[in-house]
């Protein structure tokens, strides 16, 4: 396999669907003249035309709107947000909408749609474009939610979710775009809905997903080095939530700590928290840990960056607290 940027192998996925279905188009942004914010549509609008990469004004519920009527009458927008945090202008069309539109009309209408662009922080960008938002649109029925950490599941899970006929929330990391991974040339799919152990274990089950996965296998690493064996599990898809593959994990190792950008309060790993106490409640010789950022926004200052997020040190702390029952 080759060895392709992050940015390439979304860029993959969305050439191969638009060559394959005429009617999958991109919009948003700076996505055709300037060729992507963040070089993601590099020489598509080349390839493919204006009328299918479609530059926009600044007006994220505006072309939001235009694309869920035209998922709605047959056609499969592609549509970039420079950053899920200025999403929350269109989330009417998100939530009210497409989401609802299969249910709202009995089963006849279906949204085929793809709402995609980078998610989280990105260093020093401050507080109102900084929020991870995985669990506001996990929380909303009808929607899908997929947020990868690597190029290879990027191109996999995007090429899925173009092709389904349900609306797809579809979350990125502006930090990890230039990062480097193994994709291979053939055509491949990631089915929706299944998470991926990335390292095996046998101590300690390590849940977490997206750019947050770096932490959680560097931590996975130093703690081998004392010992410490801990299964790495990419959830990759968010809603739906593959439990059977993390139940089965924390049968095996009895403890559990989940890693996440989220704020803690009503985060991924509350959810996660009950559903592991459900059903392998039982199995645990410790309580479940959670490492999420701080609760509170997410300042400019580069020392209160890094007291907000999950970091290595943090994880390897918690572990050992687990594995030792110590606080």
Not at 162 to 176: G, K
Not at 241 to 253: A, G, H, M
Not at 284 to 297: E, N, V, W, Y
Request: include cysteine; aromatic fraction near 8%.
């Amino acid at each position: 396999m080759r060895e392709i940027a992050f940015r390439q192998a979304l860029r993959e996925a969305m050439q191969e669907e638009m060559r394959r279905d005429n009617s999958v188009f991109l919009i948003g942004e700076e996505v055709a003249e300037y060729n992507g914010a963040y070089k993601v549509s590099q020489g598509m609008l080349d390839e493919f035309g204006p009328k299918r990469v479609i530059d926009t004004p600044i007006a994220e519920l505006g072309f939001a709107a235009i694309s869920v009527g035209a998922a709605s009458n047959g056609l499969r927008p592609i549509v970039e947000f420079m950053t899920w945090n200025f999403a929350v202008l269109p989330l009417d069309q998100i939530m009210n909408h497409a989401s609802k539109m299969l249910a709202m009309s009995g089963g006849h209408f279906s949204c085929p749609i793809v709402f995609r662009g980078p998610n989280g922080s990105a260093g020093q960008l401050g507080a109102q474009h900084s929020t991870a938002f995985e669990s506001w649109y996990a929380n909303i029925p009808g929607l899908k939610v997929i947020s990868v950490s690597n190029p290879y599941d990027a191109k996999g899970l995007l090429k899925s979710a173009i092709r389904d006929n349900d609306p797809v929330v579809f979350m990125e990391s502006e930090v990890s775009y230039g990062e480097m991974g193994y994709v291979p040339e053939e055509e491949y799919l990631i089915p929706i809905g299944k998470a991926d152990i990335k390292r095996a274990g046998t101590d300690v089950t390590i849940v977490s997903y997206s750019k947050m996965m770096k932490v959680a296998l560097t931590a996975a690493d130093e703690l081998q080095k004392e010992g410490i064996s801990a299964e790495v599990i990419d959830l990759r898809t968010i809603r739906p939530l593959d439990w059977q593959t993390i139940v089965e994990s924390v049968k095996k190792t009895n403890r559990l700590l989940i890693v996440e950008e989220q704020w803690p309060y009503g985060s991924v790993s509350t959810e996660i928290t009950y559903q592991v106490q459900k059903e392998a409640f039982d199995y645990l010789d410790a309580p479940i840990r959670r490492l999420c950022s701080t609760d509170t926004s997410m300042h400019y200052a580069p020392t209160l960056v890094a007291a907000y997020l999950p970091t290595v040190e943090k994880t390897v702390k918690a572990v050992k607290e687990i594995m030792y029952s110590v606080k």
